[in-house]
């Protein structure tokens, strides 16, 4: 079975950089980018760290941008009318409207036909003071504070160790443990690691990058024991429903892998040890008679 190669994108305007975010100091220390955990994720302020963590490794999100952050803009920005609303809102609670700017408000639905016959924008001044930021997965900013050593995280004004940050990282999500045991997996096998929540999965497998490359395969995971017996129940893994899923991921040219992790029996796995835990692909691919079928036998 041939694997089917990554699709690039096209227009792409970045050039490729180092795959990990590991800058050394004149002293030859490792530079040491900060975090924040905010009881869902870790997010980073620093606009020389964001810049760093996007584009080496492309790791997190912007919490405003689509895909590459954007600073200092030249422009003004653009945004729905409920996007307005909600800063507007923001502004009235929390903002000391120390910060404003101007932004262009354009209604919310683009569904209609005469929609850009019609429309009307206007400029409004935002006061909220949102800012651009970067927020890490737990998972990516694990990965960076344990095993590539460049994270600092921080959480009520004090930064963590690596073993209370996985203790507390472990109390806020029940997955993390399966989930940061198969992304250092795929990310040692030098994927970049996307969540796939959109597809429908629970990781997105990237060659170099989102800014470089379409989404080579759609991760679902499966906890199962030595016997090979479920023991974590995340999705149904019944027939129909991979399926219909494997249909999806065909639709958005992807490709859909059971990454099945084998959990050992009376075992405390921690970031020290995952080495003991045994991972598994299967490429799920739906089979089509008349182009599978063996020439020979017909």
Known sequence: MELTEPRPKKKCRLTE???????????????????????????????????????????????????????????????????????????????????????????????????????????QIDESGIKETVW?????????????????????????????????????????????????????????????IKFGGDFLLYKQGPPFYHASYVVIIDIVNENLERIHERRSMDNIPLLGLNRLCETAGKELLVCQVIWPRNAQIDYKNISQVVIKETLLRRWISNQERNPEHT
């Open 17 to 123: 950089n180092l795959p990990l975010p590991m800058i050394f100091k004149k002293d030859g220390t490792l530079r040491q980018f900060k975090g924040e955990f905010n009881g869902f994720s870790v997010v980073v302020e620093d606009e020389e760290d964001m810049k760093h963590l996007i584009s080496m490794g492309y790791f997190g999100k912007a919490n405003l941008s689509r895909s590459y952050p954007q600073f200092n803009q030249s422009k003004t920005e653009i945004i729905r009318e409920r996007q307005y609303c909600k800063r507007k809102e923001l502004a009235e609670k929390f903002s000391d409207k120390k910060s404003r700017k101007k932004v262009i408000v354009v209604p919310d639905s683009d569904e209609d036909e005469d929609y850009f016959t019609n429309l009307q924008a206007k400029y």
């Open 136 to 196: 890490l997965g737990l998972e990516e900013a694990f990965f960076l504070a344990g095993a590539v050593n460049c994270l600092n995280i921080y959480y009520q004004g004090r930064c963590l160790g690596l073993d209370e940050a996985w203790s507390l990282f472990t109390t806020n999500d029940s997955n993390f443990i399966y989930n940061y045991v198969v992304y250092y997996y795929f990310r040692a096998k030098n994927w970049v690691v996307k969540p796939g």
